[in-house]
């Protein structure tokens, strides 16, 4: 009679074996929120402008009715990137966008924007060759053939799409010369990531696949008691809808890829609603593994064996549920070390009624849910997707910031406490293991309603802070300008690998500053959807210089001593820091803080 | 001859009875004689439904979110979560799981008969309710901070002998089989 844990574990139907699922609606667990505690008084020295306009980010991200859902393709949006598509050192912007069930309005295209390096943005999609119009929903970013330029892969549902960077400011999408093109029935793409899962240099790749939609199938809203939310009329899914699976695909060296999803055991899990997904060394034995974070159901930690197969165990290593044993709506990811034990944790973000999740990771790929003892359960009012543990305010200890927004337009009129739009969250860290929210402290940008889906982390005008990109469902985006104050220092970390894949996913860099140490993940998706700036930003309080590990992909480690604050790194595989490109600060003339 | 005939129609008999243990033990089920805890991956769409009514409606349920017990005659209690995100508020508060029991069951010393009933962990009590979503008990329930990795339902073994823990997360709720 006595069941062990292991044993319980590894008898769950999470995997393979379950009856299908035929539930329906938004995960939610209807759980209060934790109290606040007093506010610390403490100045917080990062500060959100919303300067989208005057950057000339103009154009609306289509998504779906302003108003009125009626179909779940229309509520999960898209996300967006940073990506220095042109390699003179300063983030370029990457902007997905959906469609309409009527037809999109004229104009509307996904967006490449290129950095005018003044603060302003080009559009130049239509000379890119990126336009495109569809139910888009992720980006993901790495150089998949190793010719020095970061190349796109975005998924929809129905075709997803391989733009290889040219190297002349154009792509070409060879989705189809790649073998990544789907001849079967159509699939809801949703998250993907590049990924040297075994370690050859050539990064191959990881999709994810929401549910099984189609127009024909799928009942309007309050259809039957399924399609409800509250007692009121809302679209359908994703509970109630079939399931779909994962993809893996391995990079053949030569342009193409070869499906291997059912050799790698990637296909095993087959009763999960796949969202974003998230590449990194989570276990430390330098083999990245994948998170995937799944919407009403366990979300999914595939490990790598390190022979081409992984093993799924989010449900066993603490990640699949929450500390009370509930699945939550699994929407984004954030990854970093908010407790500077040198271990790369996880934050997940969930649906109203619920708290999104911290987990803090052991070192060797076991989490606890620390969500409560962090302070992290106070605020479960929105419906929360695009995140990220980033140092705001490069005070040394990371904080996490969060996009929300309803996935219900219409709802408010009835329930006026789930707003169609809603705030950004900012929690500052503390220092000591917990954070504190915070609201107009953190600037009018944060306090501004959108409903927003993926947001993307970078420094956009190089002045050593962290900026925020956020995707908003039916209006231009927000670029949200951090117009630090102080004197804090900082550094940035920009790997290009040799030996490993070029662009240095699955890395996992240690700075050591003071008596602290931070780790952080070069990674190819991550927040919602959503790619952010490859050059890993770290905050350093007062600290002058740092020390930095280099675990490469390819299993090499390299370390630096006595580094400057205040620069980039641009650190060559095997050659140690080489010059940085568009970067004016450099260690003899340190640019101090992040003022404007 | 008749020897040869026996012989065969014993290894018929064995070998029916041996194909027939083994599609037990393939479906998770224990030999008869043997009370056995059922974990989801046991539950199949053959034991638990996957829509059931409930106040006027039906909804569908969770078979990756099921357990039960299969008593030594072969008996069965079983539970699984159900979506009721489509009723109100109200109604949702206390309809989290479906019972279906083929024998009397009590919980902190209540007994329910044999049926089909609505069941939910509300504010540290255990409730469960007829079909009607009518109250027919209300227990305390316990609140277990001990259990490493919970998952959203599962039965596991109770205090005593002969009792079970019935689990929503860290929730449990104590039964034993009835009179």
Known sequence: MKITRRALLLSLPFGASAGKLLAQGMGSRRVKAQPKLPASGRPFNAHFVDVAREAGLISPVIYGSPTQDDYIIESDGCGCAFIDYDNDGWMDIFLLTGTRINGAPPGTTNRLYRNNRDGTFTDVTEKAGLQRVGWASSVCVGDYNNDGFEDLFCTYWGQNALYRNNGDGTFTDLTKQAGLWNEGPTRWGAGCTFIDYDRNGHLDLFVSNYLQFDFVHVPKPGADVNCNWKGIPVECGPRGLPFSRQHLYHNNGDGTFTEVSERAGISKTHENYGMTALCADLDEDGWPDIYVACDSTPSLLFMNNHDGTFREEGVLRGVGLNEDGMEQAGMGIGVGDYNLDGHLDLYKTHFADDTNVLYRNDGKGFFDDVTTEAHLGVDTRFTCWGTGIVDLDNDGFPDIFVVTGSVYPRIERQLPQYPSKSPRQVYRSLGNGTFEELAAQAGPAIVEPHSSRGCAFGDFDNDGDVDVLVVNMNEPPSLLRNDMRGSNHWIKVKLIGTKSNRSAIGARVLVHYGKKVQAQAVVSQSSYYSASDSRLHFGLGNEETVDIDIYWPSGALEKLKAVAANQLVTIKEGAGIIPSKGWPATKETPKVGGNK | ?179
């Open chain 2, 1 to 179: 001859m008749r020897c040869l005939k026996n012989i065969l129609v014993l290894s018929l008999a064995f070998c029916l009875g041996a194909w027939a243990s083994s599609s037990l033990s393939a479906s998770g089920t224990s030999s008869p004689g043997e009370t056995t805890i059922l974990k989801a991956a046991d539950v199949t769409a053959m034991l638990f439904p996957e829509r059931v009514f409930y106040q006027g409606k039906t909804a569908p349920t969770e078979l990756r979110n099921t357990g039960g017990v299969r008593f030594a005659d072969g008996a069965y209690f079983l539970a699984g979560l159900v979506d009721s995100s489509g009723y109100s508020t109200a109604v949702r508060s206390k309809y989290q799981a479906y019972l279906l029991t083929e024998v009397p069951v009590q919980f902190g010393g209540q007994e329910v008969k044999a049926g089909a009933y609505g069941a939910g962990f509300v504010s540290g009590f255990f409730v469960v309710t007829d079909i009607g979503a009518h109250d027919l008990l209300r227990v305390p329930s316990v609140h277990d901070m001990a259990i490493k990795r919970p998952i959203p339902l599962q039965v596991l073994a109770g205090s005593v002998a002969g009792t079970y823990r019935l689990y929503r997360g860290r929730d449990y709720v104590e039964f034993r089989r009835g009179e």
